[in-house]
């Protein structure tokens, strides 16, 4: 009986070529174009995130000045933080500089006493830096706790405490949180958070204010 020889590696290669040579080419021009439009995409974010810083670093300063108004609408030719965030922001397609005019638009609400719209924009706050989203969960507590909310803000300044990495800020948002408990008469649930402030965060102005609030507390628990 002969003996079959079996083709090499090469010849192998190459009849696959032949054969599905097709299928290759489709393939490649695939991958080609992935890699020109994640280059584009690239490219593109980078161009978009220059706008969006311009754009903000022309209207940032009206918030330094109080101007609220004039930096939520713009002024002439300047857009405001409303219109940069509409174009710049989002959860998968924002720019940093869109995402900060966001936050920056809810605590442009939340300074002129529009509690309910600032809520609203604080919810769809969008930001990589955990410090600025904690920020943002924050800022949906300050508008519960001024609506008399006192559960819901309890529960954003805990969400808060726990996204934030600075130590300073967790004691700040858990001192917040005791706080919104202690207006709800539930001073069993203030108390055991200031005593976990105190323990955890010595030192901090959260524990600080801990300690007053749990001396004005203790004679009804």
């Known amino acids: 009986m002969e003996q079959s020889i ?44 220059q706008e969006a810083s311009l754009q903000l670093s022309r209207i940032a300063p009206r918030l330094d000045q109080g101007e609220f108004l004039i930096a939520i609408n713009g002024e002439d030719k300047i ?5 940069i965030a509409e174009k710049y922001a989002g959860q998968y397609t924002g720019t940093p500089s ?29 930001i990589a830096n955990n410090d ?14 001024n609506k008399n909310q006192f559960g819901a803000a309890a529960e954003s300044y805990q969400e808060a405490a726990k996204k934030a990495e600075s130590t300073v800020l967790k004691a700040e948002y858990l001192a917040h949180a005791a706080n ?19 323990a955890d965060y010595p030192g901090s102005t959260g524990a600080s204010v801990a300690q007053g609030s749990l001396l004005q507390i203790s004679g009804n628990l």
């Open 6 to 49: 079996k083709p090499s590696t090469e010849e192998n290669f190459l009849y696959i070529a032949i054969k599905y040579k097709g299928a290759i080419i489709s393939i490649l021009v695939v991958l080609l174009s992935l890699g020109a439009g994640t280059f584009f995409w690239i490219q593109h974010q980078k161009k978009t995130e």
């Open 79 to 83: 857009p405001g933080l409303k219109k």
């Open 98 to 126: 869109g995402n900060m005019a966001n936050l920056l638009l809810a605590n442009a609400y939340y300074s002129l006493g529009e509690f309910d719209t600032a809520l609203k924009v604080f919810k769809t706050v969008s």
């Open 132 to 145: 600025l989203a904690a920020a943002a969960l924050a800022g949906t507590g300050d508008c519960y706790f």
């Open 180 to 198: 919104s408990y202690q207006q709800s008469n539930q001073l069993k649930k203030a108390a055991e958070l200031y005593t976990k402030i105190i």
